[in-house]
């Protein structure tokens, strides 16, 4: 039987140098933020001439926190990505108002209620990202949470918050999430990625799929 192969998300990405060098080693989406006070956010500019360079079948994802809805959609028309992630107070009718697949975000921090009733809640979501911070906060802090307690859900999981090359595998063979998504683990300052970070984080899940 073959492997499962877990999907890898690079975010925060701010230069289009990085984002090539992602995609040279098969990264399958690279997040581009515009969730305002991000230390990696990005001007409509910035992210569309970073879009225009990426190959094709490397999946483009902008990262919104609580933007407006006249504010998403001029970032859609001018990055023109593929999946939208939502990390807000954002309803489930706000998230499918704009005719693409979203991923909505769920703070695992102190979360309020069970992860069964927010998939339920967010049926349309192509996928859950679970991060570490609490519900409403702000992603890309290093924050983990504990892997072992991750409900079975009827959709696909995108595991975040405080992954590294160092912790990765073991997040995959705690949690066998569907994605794996990191940001600050592979950088090394905000928003500027470490090439030996990244290579290393991909060969990390390439062996922790191999040894499922």
Sequence with gaps: ????????????????GDALAAAALGVDALGFIFAPGSPRLLTLEAGAAIRRRLPPLVTAVTLLRNNPAEEVRAIIAAVQPQLLQFHGDESAEFCAAFGLPYMKAVGMKGLPRPLAEIAREYAGAAALLLDGHAPGGAGGQGQSFDWNGIAAIDKPVVLAGGLRPDNVAQAI?????YAVDVSSGIESAPGIKDSGKMEAFVRQVQGADLSA
């Design 173 to 177: 063979r705690t949690a066998r999430p």
């Design 1 to 16: 039987m073959k492997p499962h192969r877990t999907r890898i998300k690079f975010c925060g990405m701010t230069s289009a």
